[in-house]
């Protein structure tokens, strides 16, 4: 009986684990995708990306950029990106955390050829 309790656990525990890599590429895609669409927001719009400084620790937001303004902008709605902010802020981290390559190549491959066709359209 004991090996059946140990099995029943064991299934449960991968459960578990599958349910939370769900939620964390869950997270992680959204994170990602709003970050492209402000990237290709400012492409756009020709705007500059960086500010005089670019830093989520900084109180003095009239001087960060457009990305970061960005950002945060849409963290006031986005309950994702508002945590995915926080936690940097907290941490004090001057660069922030990103998922791996495992996630970023598919990404970066769509974004790039999205920002190609919007340069060539010009």
């Known amino acids: ?24 590429r869950k997270k992680w895609r959204a ?3 709003i970050i492209i669409d402000v990237i ?8 500059y990306f960086r500010g005089h400084r670019e830093s989520c620790e900084s109180s003095d937001s009239k001087k960060q950029g ?3 303004e960005s ?9 994702v990106m508002n945590e995915y902010l926080s936690d940097i802020q907290v941490s004090k981290k001057t660069h922030a955390n ?4 495992y996630y970023t190549k598919p ?6 050829k999205k920002v ?6 010009k």
């Open 1 to 24: 009986m004991s090996s059946h309790c140990n099995f029943t656990s064991i299934k449960h525990l991968i459960k578990g684990c599958r349910l939370s890599l769900h939620k964390e």
């Open 31 to 33: 994170i990602i995708r």
């Open 40 to 47: 290709l927001f400012l492409s756009k719009q020709n705007l």
């Open 66 to 68: 457009h990305f970061l």
């Open 71 to 79: 950002m945060k902008l849409i963290a006031k709605y986005n309950h």
């Open 98 to 101: 990103v998922p791996s390559s």
């Open 107 to 112: 990404v970066n491959l769509t974004s790039g």
């Open 116 to 121: 190609k066709n919007l340069i060539l359209k």
